[in-house]
């Protein structure tokens, strides 16, 4: 099995098509030259156009980094503990990512209270709700696709709440930006991080913020890092370019990846895509006597989906027999690992993959 033809069904980073990888090969560029800021400012225009509601209203902030350092730097819309007028942001969680934004809260000093309901449950509304009544948030944080399970958290009831206390959200889209629909609007959104490398199916190594324009003109940056500071990097970026060295070929083959969405029909027609063949996935595997993790398939997103592994069959023998046969899926995390396994759509995958992985687990099951 040659490297090339190895199809990733991990949740990132995703298979490249033929068109994103030879973008890798455009010609070096400095950062500091009219040429990159021409490319970045043409990225920024095309990220800015994939959810047609956020084009006017919502500016994006490219950095360097994986999806974790977007949703840090994102942060930086959270006021320094000096100047948080005893408001704290509350983190709804119910999964890994949630809990690391409580974890990045708690590095930056900044005072936060987190709503967590079981892995395996929806977020708990009723506590969000009693939470954001006492008054005491100036900000919610909340995971759009909880990758931990491939739960798609409800945020427009959360919204709904976001609206009703005028608490601006703070959302973690990193493996739903372009898979699935973001209600900018009417979630009272703030900002949200995502990555080049999840649903738009370019290269790792380029993260940005989607940040509501007046943000970033009526705030003092709140950022407790030097490199991760969203405002440094938006005053710069108004004319296309960085503080800092940025991932200049990635850049090219994100660019590559936007036209290649937009070509195919936008994110819509990239949910659909992702659905159908979570959808394979799941009745093959069901006709295999494989249940899904979660109770409800409703409670799924389109990108992702969590399974039990079945009696006698190990994760370890699972993936070392799918490996050698040129597919990579992915474990359970935490509590879940040896129980679990997950399988993403994201990337240069088709039906006649998924087709391909569910005879060899077919085979391996034998
Ligand atoms: C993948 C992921 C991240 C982190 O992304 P990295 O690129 O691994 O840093 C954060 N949040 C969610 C929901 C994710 O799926």
Redesign the pocket.
């Known amino acids: 099995m040659s490297a090339q033809n190895v199809k990733l069904l991990n949740?990132?980073p995703v298979t490249l098509t033929e068109r994103v990888r030879k973008a890798l090969l455009e010609p070096d560029m400095c950062h500091r030259e009219a040429e990159f800021a021409a490319l970045s400012k043409s990225i920024l225009s095309k990220i800015s156009a994939v959810y047609t509601e956020s084009t006017e209203g919502y500016v994006p902030v490219l950095l360097t980094?994986?999806?974790?350092?977007a949703?840090e730097t994102m942060l930086s819309l959270v006021p320094r503990a000096s100047a948080e007028n005893g408001k704290k942001t509350l983190v709804v969680a119910n999964g890994v990512?949630g809990d690391?934004a409580a974890a990045m809260l708690t590095a930056q000093g900044k005072s936060h209270d987190v709503v967590a309901a079981p892995w395996t449950s929806p977020m708990d509304l009723a506590a969000v709700e009693k939470a954001l009544a006492t008054g005491l948030y100036a900000h919610v944080f909340a995971?759009?696709?909880?990758?931990t399970t491939g739960r798609l958290n409800d945020i427009d009831a959360l919204g709904v709440l976001c609206k009703k206390f005028d608490v601006p959200l703070l959302l973690?889209?990193?493996?739903?930006f372009a898979g699935e629909k973001i209600r900018f609007a009417e979630w009272n959104l703030l900002a949200c991080?995502a990555?080049a490398?999840?649903c738009l199916h370019g290269v790792?190594g380029i993260?940005f913020v989607l940040v509501k324009n007046e943000a970033l003109e009526s705030r003092e940056s709140g950022a407790t890092s030097v490199y991760l500071d969203l405002f440094r990097y938006r005053k710069e970026q108004k004319n296309g370019f960085s503080p800092f060295t940025q991932s200049v070929h990635v850049l090219f083959a994100l660019r590559e990846a936007l036209d290649e969405l937009a070509d195919a029909g936008g994110w819509e027609r990239r949910h659909q895509h992702y659905a159908a063949l979570t959808k394979q996935v799941r009745e093959g595997l069901y006709a295999l006597g494989i249940r899904q993790f979660l109770e409800d398939t409703a409670s799924y997103g389109s990108t992702l989906s969590s399974y039990r592994l079945p009696a006698g069959l190990t994760y370890d023998k699972l993936h070392d027999h799918l490996k050698n046969k040129g597919f990579v899926v992915y474990a359970g995390q935490g509590p879940f690992s040896g129980e679990m396994f997950r399988i993403a759509v994201m990337g240069d995958v088709d039906a006649s993959d998924m087709t391909r992985l569910l005879a060899e687990i077919r085979a391996v099951m034998a």
Do not use: F, I, L
């Not at 973690?172 to 739903?176: E, P």
């Open positions: 949740p990132g980094s994986s999806g974790t350092g949703v990512y690391r995971v759009h696709h909880e990758t973690d889209a990193v493996s739903s991080a990555t490398n999840k790792p993260a």
